[in-house]
């Protein structure tokens, strides 16, 4: 088993005395948003190295130069009662990668947001639970990115439009006539009396989890999941955080020899992707059917018959055309969360003493040295005798 050589790594591995609580990571992840550069969070399964036929899973961090590297493990150190030692992450060889994406738009949260809820499960005991022993990884690449909040507020403002925009004001006069041809009243509020509209139950909620989410830093995010077999990446997948939002499947790499470590790059919104799925799937065939025109090979006013002429081959290749780049330009929802929803997935367990973590040698200046020990007794039995 070789190490991945050149990057800048470091592992933390939690003390045996430590209690951690959920969402232990969530002071680290403050620290990396301010710093604005972008960073690799592990989580693998590898053999352990002292013990023959035995599995651990161990946590790594990546960042993107050895300063930061230096900075973030003197500040892990300090926050969290954990090992940090300056080691690069196993390389190991996965046949499947599975890349992630949000189910709905990044405004909706994977956790249950809720000021008034009790202590939260950590969630990333089930996750190291599910993949413990089955030689898989989740990879998480996270940038701060203060611009998500646009997303969001064009979401809440879609949201917010959709009750009283342009729609409205053209069928809510159609269903007063109507209602006036049925010989019922039309929906006028009475004299003296403001009538609020009527706004769904779960769009008020989406309002409501999507200011919170407007209110809390955000990290774009990049999640991987590599392993031998598609069941072992689906069972991680299915441990991840879930609520009004979740994550789904985008693409599945089946090439071999995939290493568990990579290159650290700045994870995207999928703008460019997105603007072309919807722009060129359909204005590529449309242009393709001008440029035919201009050149006399397609001309529309000749379709009038049911038979098979040319010009009605230039149309179905046309649509034919705009379904390939439609598939091919899938629009793909990116992965925007909060502080709150990434220290979901960012963290150390809290079960450790269940779950087959590697563990980390507590430093000497904790331990109390025995003639300290006996000096203390000493001094306490004294007391005792009077």
Known sequence: MTLVKGEQWIEVRPLITAELEASNFAPVLDVLYNLAKPYRFLVVDTCDENVCDRRLV???????????????????????????VLADPPEQQYKFRVDLELAKNYALPIIA???????????????????????TCIEVTAIADPNASLGVQKYLYDKISR???????????????????????????????????????????????????????????????????????????????????????????????QSSAGSLRKPSRHGLRNNLHCNLWWTIPLATLLFAG?????????????????????????????????AIFRKRQPIVLSTQELSQIIGLPTATAKLPVALGKIPIARMQLRYEQNQEQNNKTPCANK
């Open 58 to 84: 161990q946590f790594y961090f990546q960042f993107s130069d050895e300063h930061t590297r230096q900075q973030m493990a003197s500040i892990i150190r300090a926050l969290l009662a954990v090992e940090v």
């Open 294 to 326: 201009l050149i006399g090979l397609f001309n529309p006013l000749k379709i009038t018959s049911p038979k098979f002429t040319p010009d009605t081959m230039f149309l179905i290749l046309a649509v034919c055309l705009a379904f390939c780049l439609f």
């Open 113 to 135: 947001v809720d000021s008034q809820e009790k202590k939260q499960v950590n969630i990333i005991d089930r996750i190291v639970a599910s993949l413990a022993g089955t030689n």
């Open 163 to 257: 009750k009283s925009g342009l729609g409205k004001a053209v069928f809510d006069p159609v269903i007063d006539l109507i209602g006036e041809a049925a010989g019922k009243s039309p929906s006028e509020p009475a004299k003296g009396k403001m009538v609020q509209p009527k706004i769904d139950p779960w769009i008020r909620e989406c309002l409501k989890q999507g200011e919170m989410k407007l209110a809390s830093k955000l990290f774009t995010c990049q999640i991987q999941i590599k392993s031998n077999t598609p069941q072992d990446a689906q069972a991680v997948k299915n441990a991840l955080p879930t609520a009004m939002n979740h994550f789904k499947t985008f693409k599945t790499d089946k090439k071999p020899q």
